[in-house]
């Protein structure tokens, strides 16, 4: 394994086409709960249904005597962050702190961390400053025009509100301003200090105004805003990473000859694009999809938080490339760059289109990392719903637990349903003919519209049983020479296969009717990479999870 090359990025701090509502004629999906973040923009998902469809409408503390109660300690100032916190310029109560930092921002034209810097407030400067204001009221205009601190007195120290949430915030933590002895407190700092403190307000502002997104859909979505894997805490996701960390995943992506020579297609046969420009690989596992674009020309920047980078790193050298590729270990939202590129390249679906969500990180680096006149590669991707009959797998999976072994395992067949399987289905299965459910233009598109809600109609092709629905999903490079490739039963198959939504019972058809219905699908709130799916046809009303 060679040194580690890295590219020239640091680390950084860091929407919905129908929202589906209670009147919506569908099972309710599970409300797992828990406190949704940001991601409110909304934009442009193109749902497809029958012909009258029309287009449907986010710390560590050492303690040498007591871990445990430590631990305790800090949830509870965790959980008091979190808590519902009232804006020091008006009655507004906000869900968190961040958020009732965002409000400052957009209602008051009041920075807080940026009015913190100015006066290199340690944590009790920071109290005293929140009750100060609590206890004179004075506006964010006469506050900016201060020039000399007016909250030094003691009696600022005592809370105006009990409980105050914004007094239990590490403003420290959030600054990372140090103290500086033996100056006075107005004398500006040096040029490198400045600049390092102007980096932290500006990124603190761009999340302050996507909390401010959120806060804003609150007011207009009852169904909340969807928490994107961006806003997953890297502990929270470590699992995931590590799932690529092994090589049999790769090994079976590889070996998927239609996503990979797909990939290979569209970079070589638009290798005149490519040649000259900086393109940015996420996600890029072993870095073959870098080495593609490497080879017509371009200049790549390959970033991965799986281990199997290190790998990627001696391949790349291995390849005598290591001058043309350039890797980063580490997440996407994590990570700055000195450039933006002119493409943007990963192979980023997961099982019905949408598992896994790392479609959200895509979007991300579009919105951020992307250049004028840039494109993503793939550009476009369509989900489909197609009805099956496989009776001989439908006893294996479902059937099974009527009889097992003499006894009685029936209970089991509910919980065995729920479960969406991922197989591959053989075309002389499929029963009806193919919809199509939602049509992402990647560059349009924002996380709240992975949530959907779609009306389909299938004409049946045959008589007989209709023992559940098949997603699948279609890939596009929008390019001089075009490249697509389907996941779908008529397709050859790949590594995604195709996702069935078992019926409870199956469902006697006839030849030219139409099964008509409505599926929605959404993420779970806490287990962010899962989907929720819900499917109401013929009175039943189902619901799935795929996990």
């Known amino acids: 394994m060679f040194p580690y090359t890295c590219c020239s990025c640091s680390p950084s701090s860091k929407d919905k086409v129908h929202a589906m509502s209670d009147s919506d004629d569908m099972p309710s999906l599970e409300d797992d709960g828990g406190e949704v973040q940001p991601a409110a923009r909304t934009a442009g998902v193109r749902k497809v249904a029958h012909a009258d469809t029309s287009r449907p409408e986010r710390i560590e503390c050492e303690d040498d005597t007591s871990d445990s109660d430590n631990e305790e300690d800090w949830q509870e100032m965790e959980e008091a962050i979190s808590g519902k916190t009232i804006c020091l310029f008006c009655d507004n109560v906000l869900p968190s702190v961040q958020l009732a930092f965002a409000h400052m921002i957009d209602a008051h034209g009041f920075d ?16 005293k400053l929140v009750n ?6 004075p506006s964010p205009e006469i506050l900016f025009t201060e020039e000399n601190v007016k909250w030094e007195s003691s009696d600022y120290v005592k809370p105006v509100i009990n409980d105050d949430a914004l007094l239990m915030f590490d403003v420290e933590e959030l600054t990372k301003i140090e103290e500086q002895p033996d100056h006075d407190q107005r004398t500006l700092y040096n040029e490198a200090t400045y600049d390092e403190l102007r980096e932290i307000i500006v990124k603190q502002r761009e999340v302050m105004q996507r909390m401010l997104q959120a806060v804003q859909a609150v007011s207009k979505n009852d169904n909340g805003i969807i928490k994107t894997v961006g806003d997953m805490r890297p502990e929270e996701d470590e699992g995931y990473f590590n799932s690529y960390a092994h090589f049999d995943i790769h090994h079976e992506m590889l070996t998927d000859r239609i996503r990979t020579e797909s990939y290979r297609d569209a970079i070589m046969k638009n290798s005149n694009l490519l040649n000259g420009k900086r393109v940015l690989d996420l996600g890029c596992g072993t870095a073959i999809l870098s080495m593609f674009c490497a080879k017509t020309g371009a200049m790549v920047t390959g970033v991965d938080m799986s281990d199997v980078i290190y790998q990627a790193m001696d391949i790349v050298k291995e390849n005598e490339l290591e001058n043309t590729i350039k890797l980063c270990k580490g997440r996407l939202e994590d990570l700055d760059f000195e450039h933006k590129f002119d493409f943007i390249i990963s192979e980023w679906m997961g099982y019905f289109l949408l598992f896994e969500g790392m479609l959200d990180s895509v979007l991300y680096a579009r919105d951020k990392h992307l250049a004028n006149g840039g494109l993503l590669l793939p550009s476009r991707c369509t989900l489909h719903l197609v009805g099956m009959e496989d009776m001989d797998t439908y006893e294996k999976i479902i059937s099974f637990w009527n009889d097992v072994y003499g006894f009685k395992m029936s209970c089991m067949q509910k919980e065995v349903v729920k479960e969406a399987s991922t197989d591959i289905v053989k075309q002389q299965h499929i ?29 049946v092709k045959r008589d007989g049983k209709l023992t559940g629905f098949v997603g699948y999903f279609d890939t596009y490079f929008d390019m001089p020479s075009p490249v697509f490739f389907s996941t779908g039963p008529q397709a050859k198959p790949t590594h995604w296969k195709q996702t069935i939504f078992y019926l409870p019972s199956p469902y006697i058809i006839k030849k030219g009717e139409c099964v008509e219905g409505t599926i929605c699908v959404r993420r779970k709130r806490k287990e962010i990479r899962s989907l929720d799916v819900g499917i109401s046809f013929a009175d039943q009303k189902l619901k799935y999870l795929v996990e």
């Open 431 to 459: 029963i009806t003919s193919a919809v199509q459910i939602a049509d992402f233009d990647l560059m349009k598109i924002t996380p709240n519209d992975t949530e959907f809600t779609s009306k389909f109609s299938l004409t």
């Open 112 to 127: 807080c961390v940026a009015f913190v810097c100015r006066f290199n407030l340690d944590q009790i400067g920071y109290i």
């Open 132 to 137: 100060y204001i609590r206890q004179k009221r």
